[in-house]
């Protein structure tokens, strides 16, 4: 699947130890729910067992088209098919792909993907208020506001407010 | 036992089955709650031996009036991360006679005291649609804050719901 600047495919095993590094780095991760560093091992057992992307949960590896690199991925979790709603995951982790608009991209592509492919009418997504670039791709992307959580995740010694924000299927750039 | 002014919360038991299939059967009863598919005597059951041990990965409560009437059910769920002592109360009274006594008021307050002396919980929050009103005061009136609206994240009834996020903090249950 390709965007302007990026391609999303299926991941693989081979995709491992780029995410270990990732997961190493605490820039890639402060700004991520995640709190326990995974091993290389455990990340491999992950990718080598994991099913193909479905309904529920499609998620994909994000190229870099000019340089074919890996620099992170892309999911959608709870794809319910009744309200035909998600919520978006996304992981930047390559810093030499940060502010360039590579976060943008996968994120309009795979948008694009849930409301033309899927058939989704809503995606939805938290971030940490503080996140301030990443808020800024999603709304280039055309995501709103709907409001903030107060206190919802804990992390580096203090609680942190999220953001709560949505697109609906006639929102989504074309 | 888990008492309040009006109602006290009890461990659910297999007696309760048979109450909760005919209720949740109820649709007029469950509009507020996104039940869309009918339940089964044997889900219920299921429940009920599910839920016979309230604990900290589900606090799951019949709910009965101080004299011993079952109103319905309560609890406290989604405590995956402990870390972040936060949890999503969801509290269903389907017995539509005992509407308009309070005892939902009543049940939020008890069940959230119980969530934050007992449970060490820092944050409560919740999910209703947007045009259940009667909820959404009741809940206020329990300290809980608006945070957020949820644009068109619920089909049922052949249109789409928004949902309206709402928590509550430690020290601000009244």
Request: glycine fraction near 10%; charged fraction near 25%; aromatic fraction near 12%.
């Amino acid at each position: 699947m390709n965007g302007d600047l990026v391609t999303l495919r299926p991941m693989d095993p081979g995709d491992a130890a780029a995410q270990h590094r990732w997961f190493q780095d605490p820039d890639v991760t402060r700004y991520t729910g995640f709190r326990y560093p995974p091993s290389l091992t455990a990340i491999e057992t992950r990718l080598r067992g994991a099913e193909d992307s479905t309904f529920a949960n499609p998620r994909f590896a994000i190229d870099r088209r000019d340089t074919g690199e890996t620099i992170g991925y892309v999911a959608l979790r709870d794809v319910t098919p009744e309200s035909r709603a998600g919520e978006l995951d996304i992981v930047i982790g390559e810093r030499s792909a940060w502010n360039l608009g590579f976060g943008t991209d996968a994120t309009r592509t795979i948008c694009r993907y849930a409301f033309r492919t899927l058939g989704l009418h809503r995606v939805h997504l938290w971030v940490f208020t503080e996140n301030a670039a990443a808020i800024r791709a999603y709304e280039k992307a055309g995501f709103v506001r709907e409001g903030v959580a107060r206190d919802r995740w804990f992390k580096h010694g203090r609680w942190h407010d999220c953001l709560l924000m949505g697109l609906l299927a006639d929102e989504a750039a074309p | 036992m888990v008492p309040g002014a009006l109602v006290r919360l009890r461990a659910p038991e297999p007696a309760d089955a048979e109450s909760f299939y005919e209720w949740f059967n109820d649709t007029e009863a469950t509009a507020g709650l996104g039940v869309r598919y009918p339940v089964s005597r044997r889900t219920e059951r299921e429940w009920v031996e599910r839920g016979a041990v309230p604990s900290y990965a589900g606090a799951h409560f019949a709910v009965e009036t101080l004299d011993g009437t079952l109103l319905g059910t309560c609890g406290l769920y989604g405590t995956n991360a402990p870390e972040n002592r936060s949890a999503e109360l969801g509290v269903a009274l389907v017995d539509r006679t005992q509407w308009g006594k309070g005892y939902g008021t009543d049940t939020v307050r008890t069940l959230c005291r119980f969530g934050f002396e007992e449970m060490n919980l820092h944050r409560i929050e919740l999910l209703v649609f947007a045009h259940h009103a009667y909820a959404i005061k009741a809940y206020e009136r329990a300290g809980f804050v608006r945070e957020a609206v949820a644009r068109q994240a619920h089909w049922g009834d052949g249109r789409y719901y928004d949902d309206v996020y709402m928590s509550l903090l430690e020290g601000e249950l009244r």
